[in-house]
């Protein structure tokens, strides 16, 4: 059964450091998604990207976050400065088109020293 | 709003139980329902799902109830088994397309006794 695949599986950095996320999602799907998951609190909406365009953004996703998909089957999320409050973990998810249904990915642990 | 809450909190239950999880929701453009469920260090899988326009339906062991006039839904899990123990997150969105982002609940922890 297809699946979204995320690398890596846990990532540790330094404040202030770059970090890119990478996702696959499922071939001919769509949609495509972040959320993130800070420990033990709920899932929450970073992004949703459709047609080489961001579609809609929470009020998470500041001027420090950024998407791509840069070669028709990564989606990558990019870090550009990171805090110490990134350190989460991050879900790509894709969904197909007519589809309610999202898919996701098994995270990326990001730990922000 | 866009607020979707879950209750219990966390539910213990023994096996071969019935585990019932409640959630609300707040913002009656939703037309979207899942159940996801998490194991430890992996992603939100779906679980089942519902739109508004059925009061309830069922998949196997797990159903979902739903009521528009109340704005809650609920998922019940018959005949618990230790294998269901997990995270289970109530979710709505509004519709299918691009900007169907799903608003998650809290979640709760599930622990089925053998």
């Known amino acids: 059964e297809p699946e979204v695949t995320q690398t890596p599986s846990h990532q540790v950095t330094q404040m202030g450091q770059e970090v890119i996320l990478r996702c696959v999602p499922i071939s001919n799907h769509l949609y495509f998604y972040w959320y993130r998951q800070i420990l033990g609190q709920k899932v929450e909406f970073l992004v949703s990207?459709?047609?080489?365009?961001?579609?809609?953004k929470s009020e998470i996703f500041d001027d420090q976050f950024s998407v791509e998909r840069p070669d028709g089957s990564n989606f990558t999320l990019k870090i550009r400065s990171t805090k110490l409050e990134d350190s989460a973990m991050y879900f790509c998810?894709?969904?197909?088109?007519?589809?309610?249904?999202?898919?996701f990915g098994p995270g990326t642990r990001l730990t922000v020293l | 709003q866009q607020q979707v809450k879950q209750s219990p909190q966390s539910l213990i239950v023994q096996k071969g139980g019935i585990s019932i999880i409640n959630c609300a929701y707040e913002?009656?453009?939703?037309?979207?329902f899942p159940w996801y469920q998490q194991f430890p260090g992996k992603g939100p899988a779906l679980l089942i799902a519902?739109?508004?326009?059925?009061s309830e339906k069922k998949e196997g062991r797990f159903t979902i109830s739903f009521n528009k006039s109340a704005k809650q839904f609920s998922l019940h899990i018959m005949d618990s088994q230790p294998g269901d123990s997990a995270t289970y997150f109530c979710a709505a969105s509004t519709g299918a397309g691009a900007n169907s982002k799903l608003t998650f609940g809290k979640g709760i922890t599930l622990s089925v006794r053998p």
């Open positions: 998810a894709s969904k197909g088109r007519g589809s309610d249904t999202q898919y």
């Open positions: 519902i739109r508004p326009d059925v």
């Open positions: 990207f459709y047609n080489n365009e961001i579609s809609e």
């Open positions: 913002n009656t453009a939703f037309d979207y």
